[in-house]
């Protein structure tokens, strides 16, 4: 039986591909929604399977750990931290493909401005997937709560995109089943800064022991 140390140290290495598999999803269903690339659309929208099985893997990797090793401390804030992680992570890949379906809808209906908060939401969210997955590599406690603080900008985005909605469809009628669209997409972004907001927080209780997902910001 392999040492706790040394089966830590797979751990990691597996969240951290994971994560890194999951960034490269988000990356590309927010490129093919911006530059209308339908073949990079299709790409996130057929690729499930790698990331199911690298969800399954590190669960049963936190499993193992905990039944074989019953780590303390740190180590054990760790395990618990990454097995919450890893979910987020599963569902932040099903939101990109969700993203990645709704962008290929959007290409075959009829083509409207998309306001300038969408490219700016679509920006913040990718950068706080970025940083929150780096904030894991390095346990870097700051970037970790820095994350929760740019929520909020998320948040702003979402609401002005919703008022953008309304009144897109009330002006412009015809154009309902692409704004409609175009809203499910900005709701997938807004519960994918959330998901992301999660992983920062089990960042910080794995660094610092401390359960901030309950506290105001």
């Not at 209906?109 to 780096?134: F, H, N, T, W, Y």
């Not at 740019?150 to 897109?168: A, E, F, G, N």
């Amino acid at each position: 039986m392999s040492s706790l140390p040394v089966e830590l140290t797979k751990l990691r290495r597996m969240l951290l591909s994971m994560g890194a598999e999951v960034e490269q999803r988000v990356n590309e269903a927010l490129d093919s929604l911006l530059r209308h690339d339908l073949r990079l659309a299709e790409k996130v929208r057929r690729g499930d399977d790698v990331i199911d099985k690298m969800d399954v893997d590190v669960e049963a990797e936190c499993v193992e750990i905990l039944a074989l090793h019953q780590p303390v401390a740190r180590d054990l804030r760790y395990v618990l931290a990454a097995l919450r992680i890893n979910a987020d992570l599963e569902r932040i890949a099903d939101l990109a493909r969700g993203i990645a379906k709704r962008a290929i809808k959007l290409e075959h209906e009829k083509q409207i401005d998309r306001p300038p908060a969408l490219v700016q939401m679509a920006g913040a969210v990718r950068s706080m997937v970025a940083d929150a997955l780096k904030a894991l590599a390095d346990q870097d406690e700051p970037l970790a709560r820095s994350i929760r603080r740019r929520d909020l900008i998320v948040d702003d985005h979402y609401k002005q995109l919703m008022s953008w909605s309304v009144d897109t469809v009330a002006a412009q009628g015809e154009d309902a089943k692409a704004i409609i669209d175009t809203l499910s997409i900005v709701r997938a972004m807004e519960r994918m800064a959330d998901l992301t907001t999660n992983i920062a927080e089990a960042t910080i209780f794995s660094i610092a022991g401390e359960v901030v997902r309950h506290t105001p910001v």
